[in-house]
C-alpha cells in the first residue's frame, strides 16, 4: 500500500489503515490508535477498578494490537477487534492483581453515598457500573453504551451469544437495583 501523508491517511477506513500499518506505513497504526483513542480509553476506564490500570491495560492492549495487526483476518469490524483487544487487557490485568478482589468487596459492604450533595447521575451510574463484576461489565458496556449487537459482543468476549444475553441481564438488574437505591436515599433527604 506504500506510505499515505497525512490528509489522506485521514481518509482511509479503519481496515485500510490495518492493512497500511502491515504494509510498512509507520504512521497508519497511529492514525488508528488516534482515531480510536477516546473510545477505547472510556471503555478501559470503565473496565478496570482504576485509571492507572485503565491506562496500563490499555497500552498493553495497543502493544499487543501493534504487534499482532499481521493476524487480524478482517472477519469483523477493526474497532471491533481493538475493543476486544482492550477488554481483554483489562481483564489480565485485573486476574493478576488481586487487590482489586478485596477493594471491591469492600466497596459493596461500605456503598459510598454523599448526602450533602446532588449527585450527576453519570457520575452514580459508573460507580454503579463499578461495583459489576468485570464480566457483566463488558457485556453491558459494549451492547448498552457502545452500541454493538450481541452477536458482535460475543464474538468480541469469545463466548456464546446466551452468555452475552445473560450477562446483559444481570447486570441491568444489578444496576437498576443500584438506582433504586440512589433514588432511595436521594428521596429520604
Same mark, same amino acid.
Given at each position: 500500500?506504500?506510505?499515505?501523508?497525512?490528509?489522506a491517511?485521514?481518509?482511509?477506513?479503519?481496515?485500510?489503515?490495518?492493512a497500511? $500499518?502491515? %504494509?510498512?506505513?509507520?504512521?497508519?497504526? =497511529? %492514525?488508528?490508535?488516534?482515531? @480510536? $483513542?477516546?473510545q477505547?480509553?472510556?471503555?478501559?476506564?470503565?473496565?478496570?477498578?482504576?485509571? =492507572?490500570?485503565?491506562?496500563?491495560?490499555?497500552?498493553?492492549?495497543?502493544?499487543s494490537? @501493534?504487534?499482532?495487526?499481521?493476524?487480524?483476518?478482517?472477519?469483523c469490524?477493526?474497532?471491533?477487534?481493538?475493543?476486544?483487544?482492550?477488554?481483554?487487557?483489562?481483564?489480565?490485568r485485573l486476574?493478576?492483581?488481586k487487590? @482489586?478482589?478485596?477493594?471491591?468487596?469492600?466497596?459493596?459492604?461500605?456503598?459510598?453515598?454523599?448526602?450533602?450533595? !446532588?449527585?450527576?447521575?453519570?457520575?452514580?451510574? =459508573? $460507580?454503579a457500573?463499578?461495583r459489576?463484576?468485570?464480566?457483566q461489565? %463488558?457485556? !453491558?458496556?459494549? !451492547?448498552?453504551?457502545?452500541?454493538?449487537? !450481541? +452477536?458482535?459482543?460475543?464474538?468480541? #468476549?469469545?463466548?456464546?451469544?446466551?452468555?452475552?444475553?445473560?450477562?446483559?441481564?444481570?447486570?441491568?438488574?444489578? #444496576?437498576?437495583? +443500584?438506582?433504586?437505591?440512589?433514588d432511595?436515599? +436521594?428521596? +429520604?433527604?
Amino acid at each position: 500500500m506504500g506510505t499515505f501523508d497525512g490528509r489522506a491517511r485521514h481518509d482511509l477506513s479503519d481496515a485500510d489503515l490495518l492493512a497500511a $500499518h502491515v %504494509a510498512g506505513d509507520r504512521y497508519a497504526f =497511529e %492514525a488508528l490508535f488516534y482515531r @480510536h $483513542h477516546r473510545q477505547l480509553y472510556r471503555l478501559a476506564q470503565l473496565t478496570s477498578r482504576n485509571p =492507572e490500570d485503565a491506562d496500563d491495560a490499555l497500552q498493553d492492549a495497543m502493544l499487543s494490537a @501493534h504487534r499482532r495487526a499481521r493476524t487480524f483476518r478482517y472477519d469483523c469490524a477493526v474497532s471491533s477487534w481493538l475493543y476486544r483487544i482492550v477488554v481483554n487487557a483489562c481483564l489480565d490485568r485485573l486476574r493478576r492483581n488481586k487487590s @482489586h478482589v478485596a477493594s471491591a468487596v469492600l466497596s459493596d459492604a461500605f456503598p459510598v453515598v454523599d448526602p450533602t450533595a !446532588v449527585v450527576d447521575t453519570a457520575i452514580v451510574v =459508573e $460507580h454503579a457500573l463499578m461495583r459489576l463484576p468485570v464480566e457483566q461489565r %463488558a457485556a !453491558v458496556v459494549a !451492547v448498552d453504551m457502545q452500541g454493538y449487537s !450481541v +452477536a458482535e459482543t460475543a464474538d468480541m #468476549l469469545g463466548v456464546p451469544e446466551g452468555t452475552v444475553k445473560s450477562r446483559c441481564a444481570r447486570a441491568r438488574s444489578k #444496576l437498576a437495583d +443500584a438506582l433504586d437505591y440512589f433514588d432511595s436515599r +436521594a428521596g +429520604a433527604r
